[in-house]
Every structure is written in C-alpha cells, then in structure tokens.
C-alpha cells in the first residue's frame, strides 16, 4: 500500500494529475446539477404565481420551444 | 432526424437514457482507474510517471472532440437556426474547457518531471492552450448579449473560426519540433502501445465520452428550462 501511494517517488505529480482530474469532473458535475435544480424551482415558482394572475394560457410558453408542460 | 430536432422529445430521449449513460461512465472510469493505477506496469522509460497518461489523453482526445461537436453544432444553427443546435453548443463549450484544462494541468503535471519543465511555448501546448481561450472566449460571447439570438449567431461564428485549430493540433507534432511525443494510437502501422496500458486508456476514454454525454443532458435541461422562463417573463410583461 505505501508501496502503492509512493508511485516510483513520482507521487508528488501522479496523484495531483487525478485530483486535478477529479475535481473537475465532479465540480463540473455538481454545477451543472446545481444549475438544473435551480431553473426547474424558478420554473415551477413562475408558472405557480401566473396561474393565480391570470387565466392560465397553454399554448403561450409551449409553442414558444415545442416544449411539453412539465408543471402538474 | 427531424423527429429529434423538437426540442421536447430530444429531451425525453436523453433523459431516460441519462441514468444508463451515468452508470456506464462511473463503471467504466472505475475500471480504468483499477487497470491503469493497479493492475498496468510501470513505462520502462518513464516509470510510474506513465499513469498519468490514463487522463492526460482522454482529456486531450475529449477536449478536441467536445470542440469538434461545438463547431458542428454552430454549423448547424447557422444554417438551420435550430434553437437546439445553439442550445448544444452553449452546453458543451464549459464541459470542452473543463476537458481543455484537465489536459494542461495533467501535461504541465507529466512535464515536469519527464521533460524537465512544466511549460514550454511549442506547438502542441501553444496550440492546445489556444483551444482552451476559445471555449471561454465563446462562453463570454454568448453570455454577452441582451439578446440570446444576437449572442447565438456570434459564438457560432467564433467557433466555426476557430475550428481550423483542431487540425493544427492534431498535426502539430508532425509539423513543428516539439518536445511533445508523436501519436501512439492513431498511425497507420497499429497502436504503438501495449494491450496491458491500451485497456485502461480506452476504458477512461469511454468514461470520459459518457461522463460528457450525461452532463451535456444536464445543462441542456438547464438551458432549455431558462429559454422558458425567458418566454414567460417576456410574455408577463408584455
């Protein structure tokens, strides 16, 4: 295991290659989920708030993308 | 292929296949990383160094190819106007500068003890590092306008611009000196590479592709959410 962890006394470039890598990937990862999230509440928050504003109108925001209706 | 091009059922496609595409790419990263930190040999050259290729090249090969599928994708808007060829192209361009960087981090990492220096201003750095300022050149761009179209039309054409770098890098270990090491995968006699190291390259390589895959989905759901919003922002005030 020390063996393993020492890389052939290259450890100090090979573990920060894959750290560099993997907190990339998973920062990529978690703001893009992050992103996703907060556009689906602020999505849902707006159409919640027109309905009570104003007759609902089912074809305004659906034809604007060929988009289905995802709120319930 | 029209039938994929509404954005709605476009979406519903990827979706379900998002938890398969996800899994796939963690299996496939896990078992590069057991082959390629475990069970492969050390370089007889350069030793342990050699594991730091099993990201240095799937990040490079995803950083040319995320580049490649932008550039067609503003192709495709420029020609067509699709709203999801311009949606594409936004969503890949961050993932492309994430793989770009990725692969200038693990090379200056592989650099310095192998070559002796962390950077050196050659053609296949200098090209690459080219690569990366065009992906934050075409997130500013599209981010800068007030009006999505007016900011769709112009990174499209800055990609399409800078497109003419991909085969430049390619090449530009066969054009210039460079201290960069030619291709050992892509030649015409065979991989110049042994099956106990081309493994776990190629596992990282189709974790790398999925990883891509899944999180694309994500930020397109993310963006195609946001043009709804717009609408129905604008329509509320109008």
Redesign the interface.
């Known amino acids: 295991m020390r063996e393993?962890l020492e890389?052939?006394?290259?450890a100090a470039?090979?573990w920060?290659?894959?750290g560099?890598?993997l907190a990339?990937?998973l920062g990529?990862?978690a703001a893009?989920?992050a992103?996703?999230r907060?556009?689906?509440r602020?999505?849902a928050a707006?159409?919640g708030r027109?309905r009570t504003r104003r007759p609902h109108?089912p074809g305004?925001?659906a034809a604007?993308?060929?988009?289905?209706a995802e709120a319930p | 292929m029209h039938r994929f091009a509404n954005p709605a059922r476009f979406m519903r496609i990827a979706e379900a296949g998002l938890p398969w595409i996800a899994a796939g790419s963690a299996g496939c990263v896990a078992a590069g990383l057991y082959f390629g930190l475990v069970a492969s040999p050390p370089d007889y050259q350069q030793g342990e160094t050699v594991r730091i290729m099993y990201v240095h090249v799937p990040s490079a090969w995803m950083a040319m190819f995320v580049y490649a599928l932008l550039a067609a994708a503003s192709a495709g808007f420029l020609v067509w106007r699709h709203p999801l060829a311009d949606v594409a192209a936004r969503a890949a361009a961050p993932i492309g500068a994430g793989f770009t960087a990725m692969a200038l981090v693990t090379g200056a990492l592989w650099g310095q003890p192998m070559w002796g220096t962390w950077w050196v201003w050659d053609a296949r750095l200098t090209s690459v590092l080219i690569l990366f300022f065009l992906y934050l050149g075409h997130i500013a761009l599209t981010g800068a306008f007030d009006e999505p179209e007016r900011g769709a039309r112009a990174g499209a054409l800055l990609a399409l611009v800078g497109a003419v770098n991909l085969p430049v890098i390619k090449f530009s270990v066969d054009w210039w000196n460079t201290l960069h090491q030619p291709a050992s995968l892509a030649r015409l006699d065979g991989p110049a590479i042994h099956s106990s190291m081309l493994t776990p390259l190629l596992l990282m390589a189709l974790g790398f592709l999925l990883y891509f895959l899944a999180v694309l989905t994500v930020r397109m759901r993310a963006l195609l959410l946001a043009r709804r919003i717009r609408a129905l922002r604008l329509a509320g005030t109008g």
Do not use: C, I, K
């Not at chain 1, 890389?7 to 290259?10: E, I, L, R, S, T």
């Not at chain 1, 604007?64 to 289905?68: A, I, M, N, Q």
């Open positions: 393993f890389m052939g006394g290259y470039y090979v920060p290659a894959y560099a890598a990339t990937m990529l990862l893009s989920l992103s996703a907060a556009r689906r602020e999505l707006l159409e027109g109108r305004a925001a604007e993308d060929g988009h289905d």
